[in-house]
Every structure is written in C-alpha cells, then in structure tokens.
C-alpha cells in the first residue's frame, strides 16, 4: 500500500470516528458511540478520560493513533513499496 493512501485512510478512518457518534443518538442505541471507540482505539483509552473535555480528549487520541499506525505500518513491512 502507498504510503499516501495509507496516511489517507488513516484520516478517513480518524474522522469516522469522531463523526459518527453526532449522527446517532448515543443514550438509546450506543453502537455509534461503540464504533467510535473501535475507530478510535488505541488512543481512546489514553485520552478519553471523564475529566477532560472532548477537544481536548480528540487533541490527544488523534496523535496517539498516529504513532500507533505508524508502528503497525513498520511492524507489518508495508513501506517496501
């Protein structure tokens, strides 16, 4: 995969993420919110404490995410292209 495509669909897969949650209704059907959370992994863990406001939260899991897939893409080779 070309590197930028893969940057591509990490952005495609980062704003999934924070939009889904807005177009459902969290309190009665939590899939959106469960989807975002997986789009979100792993920086979601680190950031999304109760204390902190959702900017905020978003500030920080974004940049976590990018190292994360920045590693796989290391681990799994995929810059032999």
């Not at 177009?23 to 792993?42: K, Y």
């Not at 974004?62 to 893409?73: C, E, F, K, M, S």
């Amino acid at each position: 995969m070309k590197r930028k495509y893969y940057w591509l669909l990490f952005g495609v897969v980062q704003a999934a993420g924070i939009i889904v949650p807005r177009f459902g209704n969290v309190h009665t059907h939590p899939f959106s919110r469960f989807l975002a959370l997986v789009l979100l992994f792993p920086g979601w863990i680190v950031a999304f404490d109760n204390r902190l406001s959702t900017p905020v939260a978003l500030a920080l899991a974004i940049p976590i995410n990018a190292v994360a897939w920045y590693l796989l893409r290391k681990l799994l080779l995929l810059d032999s292209d």
